[in-house]
């Protein structure tokens, strides 16, 4: 979405976020930048090689009690700047919709374990033991 209505939807207003160089576009889409990809490591100028990544996937928090919120919670869910990380595609598409116990990234899990657990407790999701005991590990 445009929440701002500044022509730059949510995946624009990410990778400017997360950029660490001053962004190229081409009318509202954002096509250069330059991102570190957080969950491989390395770097990358050009957007069409970053996903934008929900941390906690949709398809997870639906099936963890996102199921029960309303459509408004729903798209503030899948909009939360805070749930939303600039990463590789093939990291992402390597993640899918899997939990923290079928999923870490290569590097920074104590991040990303730490941000998962945030969004948890932020949105009233209920991860399962299993889960949590992942969590819990990737900051050992």
Same mark, same amino acid.
């Given at each position: 979405?445009?929440?701002? *209505? %500044?022509?730059?939807?949510?995946?624009?207003?990410?990778?400017?976020?997360?950029?660490?160089?001053?962004?190229?576009? %081409?009318?509202?889409?954002? +096509?250069?930048?330059?991102?570190?990809?957080?969950?491989? #490591? *390395?770097?990358?100028?050009?957007?069409?090689?970053?996903?934008?990544?929900?941390?906690?996937?949709? =398809?997870?928090?639906?099936?963890?009690?996102?199921?029960?919120?309303?459509?408004?919670? !729903?798209?503030?869910?899948?909009?939360?700047?805070?749930?939303?990380?600039? @990463?590789?595609?093939?990291?992402?598409?390597? =993640?899918?919709?899997?939990?923290?116990?079928?999923?870490?990234?290569?590097?920074?899990?104590?991040?990303?374990?730490?941000?998962?657990? *945030?969004?948890?407790? !932020?949105? *009233?999701? +209920?991860? @399962?033991? #299993?889960?949590?005991?992942?969590?819990?590990?990737?900051?050992?």
């Amino acid at each position: 979405i445009d929440e701002d *209505g %500044d022509c730059q939807n949510t995946r624009a207003e990410i990778l400017i976020r997360d950029s660490q160089a001053q962004v190229s576009f %081409d009318g509202c889409r954002v +096509v250069s930048g330059l991102w570190d990809l957080p969950y491989s #490591g *390395g770097s990358t100028t050009s957007a069409s090689q970053i996903d934008v990544d929900h941390i906690i996937p949709l =398809k997870w928090a639906h099936g963890h009690g996102g199921d029960r919120w309303s459509d408004a919670r !729903k798209r503030a869910f899948a909009n939360d700047p805070d749930n939303l990380l600039a @990463t590789s595609s093939s990291a992402n598409r390597s =993640k899918g919709a899997k939990g923290p116990d079928q999923w870490m990234p290569a590097i920074n899990r104590c991040n990303y374990a730490q941000r998962w657990e *945030g969004l948890i407790e !932020k949105y *009233g999701l +209920v991860a @399962t033991i #299993g889960e949590m005991a992942s969590i819990d590990r990737a900051c050992q």
